[in-house]
Nanobody, 123 residues
Framework: QVQPVESEGGLVQPGGSLRLSCAAS????????MGWFRQAPGKEREFVAA????????YYAASVTGRFTISRDNAKNTLYLQMNSLKPEDTAVYSC????????????????WGRGTQVTVSS
């Protein structure tokens, strides 16, 4: 079992960058695939990016491909999301999640969720 906790998000200007981290307590962090999801006001939660337990495989939503990079450090029990070239439409609450997933983009495959952190992209 793991308990993910996201770092503080923030306000970023369009075109700027921000790195989110997600620290997960528990000894079994490396057993789980990890994912980032986001939810904007009035919209459904959507998949952003995911990474396999060993970091070998990564997956991205089309809307963030080429701009966001997901990574993990199993020695530190930490997941990261590097976000570059941010756009106003990236504004959302970002949540990290852990699970023994089959479909990396399916939120229902993830068992453990953080509370989320607000990212606002605005000038």
């Amino acid at each position: 079992q793991v308990q993910p906790v996201e770092s503080e998000g923030g306000l970023v200007q369009p075109g700027g960058s921000l790195r989110l981290s997600c620290a997960a307590s528990g000894r079994t962090f490396s057993n789980y695939a990890m994912g980032w999801f986001r939810q904007a006001p009035g919209k459904e939660r959507e998949f952003v990016a995911a990474i396999s337990w060993n970091g070998v495989y990564t997956y991205y939503a089309a809307s963030v491909t080429g701009r966001f990079t997901i990574s993990r450090d199993n020695a530190k029990n930490t997941l990261y999301l590097q976000m570059n070239s941010l756009k106003p439409e990236d504004t959302a609450v970002y949540s990290c999640a852990a699970g023994l997933v089959r479909n990396y983009s399916d939120a229902s495959d993830y068992n453990y969720w953080g509370r989320g952190t607000q990212v606002t992209v605005s000038s």
